[in-house]
């Protein structure tokens, strides 16, 4: 064991401590970008590794920050805020019948806006919506832990549908369709399977009625008419264009930032909603985590880490292909519950690029990863900053032992199932 393989594994400790604790609200691209730094002033990464990383994680990070600037147009137009009080409206008072519904939405939401847009912006909607109802706190709790874990449960359909999945069909050339075909029935699979468990576990804590009175009218919350009627046409073409980019290998960033720049220029030309908002609420920050932490982990792996995680995944070789998926599946979850999902995907991707192994065991990356951080409160920032935000805004605070109680119940069996579904 080299004295730069242990000082690439404190290095990423550091740098992930950092991110997790945010001192002085460090900004987290900031605490990549230190990681980064001192990996390369001892020497574990060099300027040409800049220039290698950069090349794998620009397509995905530039694609992740228009569909969120996407997102919070539509979500300032109101569009997110009529989809919520049309469904409330839908369940008829019915508590359990609003729960299903809150957790279809969501993997709607999640399939097309990324899942930091579910739990990002659906779940204060759904809180205020419930609050306004005077459903208690505690009968609360249930679809606001619904709307956090569909998000990630139901990320996998398209590969604008979480980071990590932009990241892993970037690295090994998956195109736009090739992706969806593979990854539709899976999540189908998954949305299902998170229903049925989420609605077992919280089956005596949904409220059996909801009074509906005080629910504010759909048609009220709109407040931006124009940018409300395009949303619909705006998606079908999105998916149309990155369906017809994936044939031309035309990168999925070159049509969501300029989709995203239109959007922002007529929601500007009409003045209905605030354009600075969403500009100022980009997740501009992982960018630089994205690029900094990438160099972290390509360091890491390269002193070690990598032949160790390809080693371990060239002795299930001789495992049956289902047994094999299912275990690698596991082995991405844990690691992205311990080392949080972005770091995961990354050192997922180089170890099965230096084994050649099947294509499959590259999709099971992704569930693994797009499922496994809801083992733990540090698996994905999305979660990070959802915890916080409805501690903050809330006043809900989930504590990490109710929250990883929860996402063992429900994630374990949800991920067996949904790897399980990959290998047919």
Not at 156 to 165: D, E, G, K, Q, W
Request: hydrophobic share 55%; glycine share 8%; aromatic share 12%.
């Amino acid at each position: 064991m080299s004295i730069f393989f242990l000082l690439s594994i404190i290095i990423f400790i550091g740098t992930l401590l950092l991110v997790i604790l945010r001192p002085k609200n460090l900004p987290i691209g900031y605490s990549a970008l230190i990681g980064a730094a001192i990996a390369f002033a001892v020497g574990i990464i060099n300027f040409s590794d800049v220039v290698i990383v950069w090349g794998i994680v620009w397509n995905a990070t530039f694609t992740f920050v228009a569909i969120i600037i996407i997102s919070l147009v539509l979500d300032e137009a109101g569009v997110f805020e009529y989809a919520a009080i049309k469904i409330a409206r839908l369940s008829r008072g019915k508590g359990a019948h609003l729960f299903i519904l809150v957790i279809l939405l969501g993997a709607g939401i999640s399939a097309i806006f990324s899942n930091d847009g579910t739990a990002l912006i659906l779940t204060p909607i759904i809180y205020m919506l419930l609050h306004r109802a005077n459903v208690e706190r505690k009968a609360i709790i249930p679809y606001i832990m619904a709307t956090g874990f569909i998000a990630d449960s139901s990320s996998l359909p398209f590969i604008i549908s979480n980071l990590v999945n932009i990241i892993t069909a970037g690295y090994f050339n998956f195109s736009f369709l090739q992706y969806a075909f593979k990854m539709l029935f899976p999540d189908a699979v998954s949305i299902i399977a998170s229903l049925f468990f989420l609605y077992l576990f919280y089956l005596r804590a949904i409220p059996r009625n909801i009074d509906m009175t005080n629910m504010k009218d759909e048609s009220g919350v709109i407040r931006d008419p124009l940018i409300f009627r395009l949303s619909l046409p705006v998606i079908v073409i999105l998916l149309l264009a990155y369906s017809l980019g994936g044939i031309f290998s035309i990168p999925v960033s070159i049509i969501a930032v300029p989709a995203s720049v239109i959007m922002l220029a007529i929601a500007r030309a009409n003045r209905k909603v605030d354009v600075v908002k969403p500009l100022r609420e980009a997740p501009w920050q992982i960018v630089l985590f994205s690029l900094g932490m990438y160099l972290v982990v390509f360091g890491m792996g390269r002193e070690g880490v990598t032949s160790i995680l390809s080693g371990t995944l060239n002795s299930m070789a001789f495992l049956y292909a289902p047994i094999r998926i299912l275990l690698s599946g596991y082995l991405f979850a844990a690691i992205a519950g311990i080392m949080n999902n972005l770091p995961s995907i990354m050192l997922g991707n180089l170890a099965l690029s230096s084994i050649h192994g099947p294509i499959n065991l590259a999709y099971a990356n992704v569930v693994g990863n797009d499922i496994g951080p809801k083992f733990t409160p540090i698996g994905s920032l999305a979660t990070l900053v959802w915890l916080h935000t409805l501690n903050r805004k809330s006043g809900i605070k989930i504590s990490p032992w109710y929250y990883m109680k929860v996402g063992f119940v429900i994630g374990l069996p949800v991920l067996t199932l949904t790897l399980l579904s990959l290998s047919l």
